[in-house]
Nanobody
Framework: QVQLVESGGGLVQPGGSLRLSCAAS????????MGWYRQAPGRQRELVAT???????NYADSVKGRFTISRDNTKNTVYLQMNGLKIDDTAVYYC?????????WGQGTQVTVSS
């Protein structure tokens, strides 16, 4: 059974930082494209960042220069380092694993940026 478990969300002030983790079981993340997505209330889920099996990274324009996606295949875990957080970054953040047209999603972790 495949499970993706996100953690690291919470409440942070504008300008602060958080590090999200996505721990996978039932798959070997090294052969999956991995990504972070987010969904704010009343909005569609949107791509935040992806990292390919080869390590290529892609970011939404809104987070470029502030967020960094990385992976540790020895721990079967993907991370999202978020710096310079803004109120507009408030959302539920989801982890996704993709391979051969098959996607797996985590349950999400809430990130709230507020003063």
């Amino acid at each position: 059974q495949v499970q993706l478990v996100e953690s690291g969300g919470g409440l942070v002030q504008p300008g602060g930082s958080l590090r999200l983790s996505c721990a996978a079981s039932g798959i070997t993340t090294s052969i999956y494209g991995m990504g972070w997505y987010r969904q704010a209330p009343g909005r569609q889920r949107e791509l935040v960042a992806t990292i390919s099996t080869g390590g290529s990274r892609n970011y939404a324009d809104s987070v470029k220069g502030r967020f960094t996606i990385s992976r540790d295949n020895t721990k079967n875990t993907v991370y999202l380092q978020m710096n310079g957080l803004k109120i507009d970054d408030t959302a539920v953040y989801y982890c996704k694993a993709s391979r051969a047209a098959r996607d797996y999603w985590g349950q999400g972790t809430q990130v709230t940026v507020s003063s």
